[in-house]
């Protein structure tokens, strides 16, 4: 039996003793820990979903006294009621160490100046990259979600060495940058670490052609439920998010919910170390592509190559299923096109009709209407041929798009208003 194991057998223990909603779960299956005695044996275990999760609000799932809790985080809330999740001071340790090793394999040193964009609230991202990379012995910049303004303002001032936020607010700030006459590509910017949405392969393109061809760009993994980022590091070689080996995962069919060995599937993680809040066979809803080759970094750690989406971002458009990701990859090909785009599903008459908006890169009052009109007819046509469905793209002047504040809402279904 290896070290893991043993610890996940624990846990299980534990969490069948303190946990009445999860061992209800398994009761319900007829199966006790001891049924339990190696890691193919967890297939028998039920999957916990985000509803178990919210049953006997807010603190039903916690396996500690709310004695021991020191702190809470909560999810954004913007698909129902926001999941609480508490830590204790061992899982702000255990945090700490996972943030410490994130930033490893980023290459950030303790000689590093770390601006952090992300929100400083219930938010994971802001408190937990402030607690680890102190740890590091980093220089601190905590802007915090403020405007884009102040925090060119401080990156340019303080000379930051790295910068951590999400991949659009990243391009926000060069376009905002560009406005004020900024060249950041002479800043001392030497690494981007995003998260907290799926970065593509366009989107790093997009990202070095901003800031720089030397700067890596890499990007990190996690969720709320399991404290934040760090599930899925990305080292220096860019080629996708190494799996921490501190928990265990697995992959589903996203339809069946059943184990498969495709190298595509749903993710399925279980906490192993997470003391306040830990989650057995948690089924995530993220779609991700596995490899298991080796990275030259040495690490044999599976790596998410590709994130094809949530499994509730799937589109249905007259019957074709369709990613978000997909859509996002397509439309970024075009040189063109801006990194601002609105994906709009409506019905007439029983037909799907997909609309597309997208920034044009320029002002549109400078180019020829009938260069932006044969444009749509080329990128409408070649839409068609790769995904076997009609669209109608709508070239938009560039800022026209508002960015959401926190997690980008790319799609807006509006057949499901129509009820
Ligand atoms: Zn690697």
Not at 168 to 185: F, P
Not at 274 to 280: A, K, S, T, V
């Amino acid at each position: 039996m290896d070290n893991k194991f043993k610890d996940f057998k624990k846990e299980l223990n534990r969490v069948y003793r303190k946990n009445k909603i999860y061992k209800e779960k398994m009761q319900e299956q007829g199966i006790t820990p001891e049924d339990i005695n190696s890691w193919e044996d967890i297939k028998k275990l039920p999957l916990t979903t985000k509803q178990d999760l919210l049953k006997d609000y807010p603190n039903g799932w916690n396996c500690v006294p709310t004695s021991k809790i020191k702190m809470y985080h909560s999810s954004s809330g913007t698909t129902g009621k926001p999941l609480i999740v508490g830590l204790t001071e061992k899982d702000i340790e255990f945090r700490k160490e996972t943030i410490k090793e994130d930033a490893k394999q980023a290459g950030i040193t303790s000689e590093d100046t770390v601006e952090i964009c992300y929100g400083f609230g219930m938010f994971t991202g802001g408190f937990s990259f402030y607690e680890g990379l102190k740890d590091l012995g980093c220089k601190i910049i905590p802007t915090g979600a403020m405007s884009t303004e102040m925090q060119l303002f401080y990156m340019q001032k303080l000379q930051a060495t790295v910068l951590l936020s999400s991949p659009s607010h990243i391009m926000h700030l060069y376009e905002k940058a560009k406005e004020l006459k900024i060249d950041v590509k002479k800043l001392p910017i030497r690494i981007i670490r995003v998260g907290s949405e799926l970065l593509t392969e366009t989107m790093r393109k997009k990202i070095k052609d901003a800031w720089g061809e030397d700067v890596s760009v890499t990007q990190d993994y996690g969720m709320t439920e399991t404290l934040g980022p760090g599930l899925g590091m990305e080292c220096i070689y860019e080629n996708g998010m190494h799996l921490n080996p501190n928990y265990y995962f697995e992959l589903i069919d996203p339809i069946t919910k059943l184990p498969t060995e495709n190298e595509i599937g749903e993710l399925v993680v279980t906490t192993i170390y997470n003391e306040c809040f830990p989650i057995i066979r948690y089924a995530t809803n993220d779609l991700v592509k596995l490899s298991k080759e080796k990275c030259p970094c040495g690490s044999t750690s599976p790596r998410i190559v590709k994130f094809l989406g949530r499994t509730d971002d799937m589109l249905k458009v007259k019957g074709v299923k369709i990613f978000v990701s997909q859509i996002e990859d397509f439309l970024f090909m075009h040189p063109y096109f801006n990194h601002q785009y609105e994906i709009v599903i409506s019905k007439e008459e029983y037909k799907d009709i997909l609309t597309i908006n997208i920034e044009y890169k320029e002002n549109l009052i400078n180019v020829p209407k009938e260069k932006i009109a044969s444009y749509k007819i080329e990128v409408e046509q070649e839409f068609k041929n790769k995904f076997g469905i009609t669209s109608q793209i709508n070239i938009v002047d560039n800022k026209t798009i508002k960015p959401y504040p926190g997690k980008i809402i790319r799609v807006r279904d509006l057949r499901k208003l129509k009820r």
